[in-house]
Nanobody, 115 residues
Framework: VQLQASGGGLVQAGTSLTLSCEAA????????MYWYRQTPGKERELVARLTSGGRIEYSDSVKGRFRMSKDVAKNTVYLQMNNLGPEDTAVYYC??????????WGQGTQVTVSS
């Protein structure tokens, strides 16, 4: 499965940015979608996920600031990031988990937040 993440960039602290992750196929309700992020030297951190049951969950570090959504017609999931801080600087990855399949990963998009 091909996943194309986009929308990253260099922004100032306190501003917003929306990431997109377009899948090359339909994102069925049985599929879970994830947003992770990673900084050099650290493990990949789960930021948000859309479970196969349709529930959206967030890590404590982004709860209340980030919002994940899905557009079925566009085969795309989004990560709206508000009130960004330097601690949000990372490469952001989207991934897809289909039943009985390994996790599929996109290529990542860099988000840099200047203070």
């Amino acid at each position: 499965v091909q996943l194309q993440a986009s929308g990253g960039g260099l922004v100032q602290a306190g501003t917003s940015l929306t990431l997109s992750c377009e899948a090359a196929e339909r994102i069925y309700s049985s599929v879970a979608m994830y947003w992770y992020r990673q900084t050099p030297g650290k493990e990949r951190e789960l930021v948000a996920r859309l479970t196969s049951g349709g529930r959206i969950e967030y890590s404590d570090s982004v709860k209340g600031r980030f919002r994940m959504s899905k557009d079925v017609a566009k085969n795309t999931v989004y990560l709206q990031m508000n009130n960004l801080g330097p601690e949000d600087t990372a490469v952001y990855y989207c991934s897809m988990l289909k039943p009985n399949r390994p996790m599929y990963w996109g290529q990542g998009t860099q988000v840099t937040v200047s203070s």
